[in-house]
């Protein structure tokens, strides 16, 4: 049995297996080499993210726990290549490795799936709502303070049989997640004037040694240059923010055909009694600078301690 060119490294969930065929089917598509059944060898790697399921994320260790292990065995040269969900990421890459290329990005709104309920507004009086991520529980709370917002962890999959079981009325996900799963029937897609997107959310990275030139090439003939551009701007303002999963902000920028950006960012207290907006409008080839100037923005506005009340 020949060995394969390329190693990618993923999280084990049917999600990410996903999204690594993805990448892999792009690849394929790419480059003659790999394009043989055997070329690319998907390696799952179980992380802490994955491991933890007893408590919220938040007070475990926040962002990177979906990435540390598949970044370590990277380092080691067990795989090539890692592939990620952006809004896993941290808002830096360990000293070795780098964000070479991005797929498409999906629709980043979040879903709600609530049986024949199609709007937040819609929820019964004090309706139990499952949630793991603080961005979701915070603007939630904003919208209708009387909802009970409960801890729901787990894949896809486990969280809407908890919510068909009744152990929730209620649940968001990430409509992206469902659509590459085939299941973007499930819900109603919420607009982002109720719930803004986690920063990066839709977007999947693929991620690889900084020196690896034979291995950046593949990967720069695949990289989705408006996706890699929205993203800047959003991790550019969450890095000012120093966000994490322990701080509720959201973020998401969008690139128009004539090559202007808008980008919207907020903080939201976590009991969501304040939340504070931002707007920035654009050129793309400002979108660091723009998703700086607009975390400044925030952080000022929000002053000290606002997200760590």
Not at 119 to 137: H, M, Y
Not at 184 to 201: F, R
């Amino acid at each position: 049995m020949t060995s394969p060119l390329l190693r990618l490294g993923t999280r084990g969930s049917k999600l990410a297996l996903t999204q690594a065929g993805l990448v892999r089917d792009a690849l394929a598509a790419s480059a003659p080499a790999l394009a043989t059944p055997d070329a690319i060898e998907i390696v799952a790697i179980k992380t802490t993210g994955d491991a933890i399921q007893d408590r919220p994320l938040s007070e475990a260790g926040g962002k990177g726990l979906f990435v540390k292990e598949i970044e370590e065995a990277l380092l080691a040269g067990r795989i090539d290549v890692a592939v990620h969900s952006m809004k896993d990421m941290p808002t830096a890459q360990p000293p070795g490795l780098s964000i070479a290329a991005f797929l498409p990005r999906e629709d980043a709104r979040d879903v709600l799936i609530a049986g024949d309920v199609q709007r937040i507004a819609d929820l019964k009086p004090g309706a139990i709502v499952g949630t793991s991520a603080l961005r979701r529980r915070a603007q939630l709370l904003h919208c209708r303070p009387d909802l009970r917002i409960v801890d729901l962890r787990g894949n896809v999959e486990t969280r809407l049989a908890k919510r068909a079981a009744g152990i929730v009325e209620a649940t968001l996900l990430a409509l992206a997640g469902l659509r590459r799963l085939g299941m973007a029937d499930v819900g109603a897609p919420v607009p982002e004037e109720e719930i803004l997107p986690a920063v990066g959310q839709g977007a999947v990275c693929i991620e690889c040694r900084e020196g690896d030139a034979r291995i950046r090439g593949w990967l720069a003939a695949i990289d989705h240059a408006s996706t890699a551009t929205c993203v800047a701007a959003e991790h550019a303002m969450l890095a000012v923010l120093d966000g994490s999963c322990r701080t509720p902000i959201a973020g998401h920028a969008v690139l128009a055909a004539d090559g202007t950006l808008h980008l919207r960012g907020l903080i939201v207290k976590p009991d969501g009694s304040q939340l504070i907006a931002a707007q920035r409008t654009g050129h793309a080839g400002d979108a660091v600078a723009m998703g700086r100037d607009a975390g400044h923005e925030l952080k000022r506005r929000g002053g000290p301690g606002f997200l760590s009340t």
